[in-house]
């Protein structure tokens, strides 16, 4: 194994075209990838591995929501690492309990009880399941341009019917209806509705903010009918909004509620967290090998303890009112619709993205799109503000550049 063509191999700097190479020869397939090899990332900078350097925009989807290599968080999972990676759910362990304590600290209401495991999609599957248990239900209404996932059951309350089609048939027992229509769900919901399962502010779909008044009306639905409230806030929480969680935005509180993504630090964590009043689940009922390994754990901690010590929701909320009100004053006829909350921002186009997200690769800033005709902005929250006026700069430019270009 360790001959001395292996290691003379691995010591070469390895650069962007090898890279490409080994990953499109043995991929899945299953991913749109941009031609960049990141090797390295600090803040809201990340590294090519030819040393060019870029403003991340992408965060991971979402993930890196301290940026990256925050130094909490680093040592965290080094300190950890030296001392104990796994420890199944089968006993107990100090780093989980002690980021159980943390973590339901800081969520508003009376949600309580928690299921760890490893991502999103398996958050919504915790979620479903313990909605099905709960109530005795067996159907769950999602809503259009929903996204919750790529697993079978997240895939069912997921609305694309590109991702969903090929896979029929799917769980059986979900229904979708038009986001931000109070009407249209209290229609479909019936004594065989086990959960309505929402984002407050739709990512994938487009970054759409719901109203307080739906998502009120939700909640009186869910108590006058006995179905219980799914948030899915995988991609809005732990501070991207401007707020820890983007349900405090509208005066309410779930049921049941999803994280994901920015919770492990960028380690793989999830968790479904429910109101105490539910109860708990019988042994067996769920599980996951991976889930509250203390590894992730530690991380997770960490992610909490930054959050709050450098009060990040309350940076996110700044920064992103400046942000959007710099994209608001673009001048630009192709911009149709700038809207988001704190730091999850998107602007939609009169065209589609795809070469306005490659002109600002060229020009050193990633950014996500949310659909085929809407930019997603999703910085880390500790992005320099020097840093944000430079991504603002250059959208500015490449935006009312391509105006003036369909203009001629
Ligand atoms: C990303 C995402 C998911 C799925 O999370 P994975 O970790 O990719 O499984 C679910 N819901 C929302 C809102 C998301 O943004």
Not at 212 to 228: H, S
Request: hydrophobic share 45%.
């Amino acid at each position: 194994m360790h001959d001395s063509q292996y290691v003379a191999h691995h010591t070469q700097p390895v650069r962007t075209g090898d890279i490409i190479t080994a990953e499109n020869t043995y991929t899945s397939g299953a991913y749109q990838k941009r031609p960049i090899a990141l090797v390295r990332g600090q803040g809201a900078r990340v590294w090519d591995a030819d040393g060019r350097q870029y403003i991340d925009c992408m965060s991971g989807h979402g993930v890196a929501n301290l940026g990256h290599c925050h130094p909490a968080v680093t040592a965290a999972i080094q300190d950890q690492a030296a001392k104990l990676v796994t420890c199944s759910e089968a006993l107990y362990n100090d780093q989980r309990a002690a980021l159980l304590v943390e973590l339901t600290a800081h969520i508003p209401g009376d949600l309580k009880q928690v299921f760890l495991c490893n991502s999103g999609a398996e958050a919504i599957e915790g979620a479903i399941k313990a909605a099905r248990f709960f109530t005795g239900r067996a159907e769950v209404v999602a809503t259009m341009r929903g996204f919750h996932g790529r697993t079978l059951g997240a895939l069912s309350a997921t609305w694309n019917e590109e991702y969903r089609k090929p896979f029929a048939p799917l769980v059986p027992g979900f229904n979708h209806v038009p986001f931000n229509d109070l009407e249209a769900m209290a229609e479909v919901i019936t004594d065989h509705t086990a959960a309505l399962l929402v984002e407050i502010v739709q990512g994938e779909g487009g970054v759409r903010p719901g109203d307080v008044d739906y998502f009120q009306g939700l909640r009186r639905l869910c108590d006058e009918r006995g179905a219980l409230l799914i948030v899915d806030e995988v991609q809005t929480g732990l501070g991207r909004t401007g707020r820890w969680f983007a349900y405090e935005h509208v005066g309410m509180a779930p049921d049941v509620l999803c994280l994901g993504k920015a919770l492990g630090g960028g380690l793989p964590m999830g968790a479904v967290v429910w109101r105490e009043s539910l109860g708990t689940l019988p042994i067996g009922a769920h599980g996951s090998t991976f889930g509250g390994n203390p590894l992730a754990c530690a991380a997770s901690q960490a992610v909490l303890r930054t959050l709050a010590d450098e009060d990040l929701p309350a940076r996110a909320a700044r920064l992103g009112e400046r942000f959007m009100a710099g994209l608001r004053a673009i001048q630009s006829p192709l911009v149709r619709e700038v809207r988001g909350w704190g730091l999850m921002v998107g602007v939609e186009v009169r065209q589609r993205v795809t070469p306005i997200l490659k002109e600002l690769m060229d020009r050193g800033i990633l950014v996500l799109p949310a659909g085929p005709t809407v930019l997603r902005f999703l910085p880390p929250l500790v992005i320099e503000e020097a840093e944000l006026e430079a991504v603002l700069k250059v959208v500015r430019e490449v935006l009312e550049k391509r105006n003036q270009r369909s203009v001629e």
